[in-house]
């Protein structure tokens, strides 16, 4: 900006995030620029001084020591402590926030500053607004966007974390936005602004050349932030010829003879640009240098931080990034990773003058010539939006994202388009590739669909229709095939919880109708000889002196629009400890270990449960593709879905006959115990053994399938999600769970003091045996649904604590009965509403099959309706109800009741939460007619205009896993 100097010199206040010196690096260039146009810069900062006066020698920059933020809380360079990052947010600038805001405000009077800058500092926003200066936001992301994932860890008293950023946020005049910036809906106005990168102090040579390091020698630099997490490094991690440079080293710490330590005060973008490749962590500032000095970044994935898809793909778009797997990174299996960066050809050419372009946006909005609207926060950032933040690929969502990221989201959407695929003719061309020689497609489109996307990744596989923004899971996937051989397809679809819901884990009758979006899953088997690795499977399998060994390889499509690794490779040898399956336990921990690969929990977990339970032995090495259609976290069994598709596939490619009622309950296995989450059997069986269009009827005690209820045709069901993400995994589930069996325990003990009190009476005085048959039946109980309402109302209900604590439920009952979850002695448990609710939701399923075979009629529909809402509310008074959820079923009611110009009341009647509540999707009942999916529709506008996010709305039906059966496909011969 030199030259460019406003009229007189101006204040600059520019507050800096706490977490990591990347943030504090970036703001370094644009200070340096504010700096040489004449202006005065403050900079309040808890990083050390020193990364800025080492660069910047200036009386016109002053340097405040104030945290006024933490960013997220790591125990190392990977592992982001999420419950942490909230407790010490609250206490930095929560607990302490009237006071800051007073003495902020003070110091920006007392230093005349014209312009409040900030680098992700939520109350800096508020803070310049109450001191009537503008502010503007220089960042990639915001933390509401960072901390939406870990208030979900925390719980609902942590929203209130999250409207407080939003609101501050709000605040800001304008939001200047950096690469690979992430969804920032609490912004009004955005500028976006090219990368701000360090600039360069030496050239290559010569920095190689103060170094010892010829031109020729391949160099890796070693850059975690100043983070090593006292990992050893070896001399065998390189290849041969290979030096490492590392960042970060404690002055004690020995390194091998390949590694050279750098020092502390090392100018690193200078190091980068010296370098062939680094190894390192997504974040702004590693990967803007990367991109700017062209030198390819090996990455580990961080758990929990929703800024790594966004900074990812750009890497990934440049050809400039390879992923290692965190196991083969702290093992030191790094060669396979290093040799392919080197082959990487990096093609970032935009831009990166960014530090010189902000500064002069900033010097105008100081002026006054910036754009000055607001927006409010908590208008735009209500929990439907920040619960819908986790990164899946489903339509629906509004907020403000990268246009490559939209591209990416319709692609994924596109391959498996639900509409319009059977009626193009051309479709039975596209799959024509493959001969079916078992099973057919029943005419679904998603199924041709999955057979059109195989073709794909087949013409892929011979290097067709490449391109460099090809997603690397579908990379994967056309890589571990052999095309030649036999591939086998099964289908699973998620569920709709129409009635019954919680209840399943307590006896309940429940009733699920299987939905039309469903996951497909691919699975061959081959010989280890013949098998395809991957380059790092091959290195790990030389490593350990294996010619060939069974290997497990499994793609997931669609996990890079989330911030899961696409991609899982083990040996089979690593599911088997002294010629036996490991057990469960030690399988939960094995997949736990890395959490950006937990979801292969559900997938390899089914070989597992498969070799311990019906002892299968797999000496072949399987190659497993999944594609979900069922989204995440809406409460629909996305979970479910992908274990019956996946025990489906691998049963069907092994010749294994494991009747649908069987495999829903070995699937049940693999969530319990292998994913741990304690979820019952309603959500499997649903997927294995529904029917298109029928309600699957079910007596869960454990699994009875008492037939499928056919959906009268004038009735109709819709799911419409919330966006509020719901976990079976979450707290609020297993405690609700935790005191259903609590209450149940409570209740057996009440019943035997009873029918011992009435044994000693006859004993006295003669009594008959009033009821004691009664109280017998209910001292064994086995499942709590088999209490009648009135027993329940009026021998136990009054009985019943309201809550207990975990260490007296304990000391008096020592157990509660349940073997998929455990009782925490400081914990508080709910056990009134759990309890009631099973008992009362059984006789509502009851009474709503037995309504759907009734006359059709105005009555029939507002019955059922009202059995819906009466569960809707048991749930919250379970604590599993949700904002969202609640404002759906608000609107049902209110289309239900409003009367038209024409005096017509609506044609929908009930709605409730479904699956295992807090979030999730709300089940809708209404008159098959063209005018509910009209209200429907309606309905979708008003939560988008209350909420800011655009509903999903889930329907139609299809068949489940037993009833497709699976197809053998074959790559059809080529003609000549």
């Not at 497990?552 to 040898?573: C, H, K, Y």
Request: aromatic share 8%; proline share 4%.
């Amino acid at each position: 900006m030199e030259g460019q100097n406003a009229e007189k010199p101006l204040v600059f206040a520019y507050y800096v995030t706490g977490h990591g010196f990347g943030h504090a690096t970036r703001v370094l260039e644009v200070v340096r620029n504010l700096i040489l146009a004449g202006h005065e810069v403050h900079v309040v900062t808890g990083v050390p001084e020193y990364i800025f006066t080492t660069e910047i020698k200036s009386p016109k920059l002053f340097i405040r020591k104030v945290l006024l933020d933490c960013g997220v809380v790591q125990s190392d360079a990977l592992t982001v402590d999420r419950l942490g990052s909230l407790e010490t947010y609250v206490k930095t600038a929560v607990i302490p926030r009237a006071s800051i805001l007073a003495s902020e405000v003070e110091w920006l009077k007392s230093i005349n500053a014209n312009l409040v800058a900030c680098d992700a500092v939520p109350i800096a926003c508020r803070v310049a607004s109450d001191a009537g200066i503008y502010s503007a936001c220089v960042t990639n992301f915001s933390w509401d966007f960072i901390y939406a994932d870990f208030i979900m860890e925390a719980g609902d008293h942590s929203h209130s974390i999250i409207w407080q950023i939003a609101e501050d946020y709000s605040h800001c005049d304008l939001l200047i936005r950096l690469p690979g910036y992430c969804p920032m809906p609490a912004f009004g106005d955005a500028i976006d602004v090219p990368l701000v990168v360090r600039k360069l102090h030496k050239p290559r040579s010569e920095v190689r050349k103060e170094l010892g390091i010829g031109e020729e020698q391949k160099v890796l630099i070693y850059n975690f932030g100043g983070q090593l997490a006292g990992w050893k490094l070896q001399k065998d991690y390189l290849p041969d010829g290979w030096v490492c440079l590392v960042c970060g080293a404690t002055e004690g710490q020995e390194l091998p003879n390949n590694f050279v330590k750098l020092p502390k005060d090392v100018y690193t973008p200078d190091i980068i640009a010296a370098s062939d490749c680094m190894l390192g962590k997504v974040g702004y500032g590693a990967v803007s240098e990367a991109l700017a000095y062209k030198v390819p970044l090996i990455f580990v994935r961080r758990d929990y931080f929703n800024e790594e898809p966004f900074m990812r793909k750009v890497l990934e778009n440049y050809q400039c990034g390879v992923e290692i797997i965190r196991r083969d990174f702290l093992s030191g299996r790094w060669a396979p990773y290093i040799e392919r960066a080197v082959t990487l050809k990096p093609c970032y050419d935009a831009n990166v003058n960014g530090g010189e372009v902000v500064a002069k946006i900033l010097q105008d909005v100081a002026l006054g010539k910036g754009p000055t609207s607001k927006i409010s926060g908590s208008r735009r950032l209500r929990d439907a939006i920040v619960l819908g933040y986790q990164l899946q690929s489903i339509s629906g969502k509004v907020i403000d994202i990268p246009e490559w990221y939209v591209a990416q989201t319709q692609f994924i959407s596109q391959t498996l388009e639900h509409e319009n695929i059977i009626r193009d003719p051309s479709t039975a061309k596209e799959i024509e590739a493959f001969e079916i020689l078992h099973g057919e497609h029943h005419g679904l489109s998603d199924t041709i669909g999955f057979l059109r996307y195989l073709t794909e990744l087949h013409a892929l596989s011979n290097g067709d229709n490449c391109n460099k923004n090809q997603l690397r899971d579908s990379l994967a996937a056309a890589a571990i095939f052999n095309w030649e051989e036999e591939i086998f397809v099964a289908r699973a679809p998620g569920r709709l919880d129409v009635m019954g819901g919680i209840a399943d884990y307590s006896g309940s009758l429940v009733l699920q109708m299987p939905i039309r979006e469903a996951c497909h899953v691919a699975v061959q088997r081959s010989s280890p000889d013949k098998h395809k690795l991957w380059k790092h499977a091959q290195a790990r399998q030389h490593d350990k002196g294996q010619d060939s060994a069974a290997v497990l390889q499994i793609v997931s499509l669609g996990s890079e629009l989330s911030n899961r690794a696409p991609t899982l490779d083990m040996d089979f040898s690593e599911l088997m400890e002294d010629s036996h399956p490991i057990s469960y336990e030690k399988a939960q921990q094995y997949f736990s270990q890395d959490p950006s690969q937990k979801w292969a929990a559900y997938v390899a977990g089914t070989i597992l449960v498969l070799m311990t339970e019906l002892g299968v032995r797999f000496s072949d090495s399987i190659s497993i593709l999944v594609f979900s259609d069922v989204p995440e976290g809406k409460g629909v069994s996305s979970s479910a879905a992908i274990e019956v598709a996946t025990m489906s596939a691998v049963a069907a490619a092994h010749g294994l006959d494991i009747s649908p009622r069987d495999l829903a309950l070995l699937c049940q296995k693999v969530e319990n115990h292998i994913v741990g989450a304690p979820c019952g059997v309603m959500d499997q069986m649903a997927s294995a053994c529904g029917e298109a269009n029928k309600l699957l009827a079910m007596l869960c005690q454990p699994a009875e399938v008492l037939g499928h209820v056919e959906i009268p045709s004038h009735i109709r069901f819709w799911g419409i999600d919330s966006g509020i993400r719901h976990s079976v995994g979450g707290a609020d589930y297993g405690s609700v769970r935790i005191g259903t069996f609590m209450g149940r325990k409570m209740i057996k003990s009440m019943a035997s003091e009873e029918l011992e009190s009435k044994r000693n009476l006859r004993k006295v005085e003669g009594t008959n045996e009033h009821r004691s048959d009664l109280l017998q039946t209910e001292a064994a109980l086995n499942y709590l649904c088999n209490l009648p309402p009135h027993r329940y109302e009026e021998l136990y209900g009054h009985n019943l604590p309201e809550s207990i604590l975990g260490s007296d439920f304990l000391e008096k009952y020592s157990h509660h009965d349940d073997t998929v979850t455990a009782i925490a002695k400081t914990s508080n448990y709910a056990i009134q509403a759990p309890t009631r609710h099973p008992i009362y939701e059984n006789f509502r399923v009851k009474a709503f099959k037995a309504l759907l075979s009734a006359a059709p009629s105005d009555d029939q529909l507002s019955a059922l309706g009202e059995l819906m809402y009466q569960c809707h509310y048991s749930y919250s008074a379970c604590g599993l109800g949700s904002g969202g959820t609640d404002k759906l079923v608000a609107m049902v009611q209110e289309m239900q009741h409003a009367k038209s110009s024409k005096s017509h009341g609506g044609t929908l009647f009930g709605a409730k939460i479904t699956g295992g509540g807090s979030g999730g999707t709300v089940c809708v009942i209404g008159r098959n007619a063209l005018r509910s999916g009209e209200q429907i529709f309606k309905i979708q506008e008003m939560y988008e205009a209350t909420t800011g996010f655009l509903p999903y709305v889930f329907e139609g039906s299809s068949p489940g896993a037993g009833k497709f059966g699976f197809l053998k496909i074959r790559l059809r011969p080529r003609t000549t």
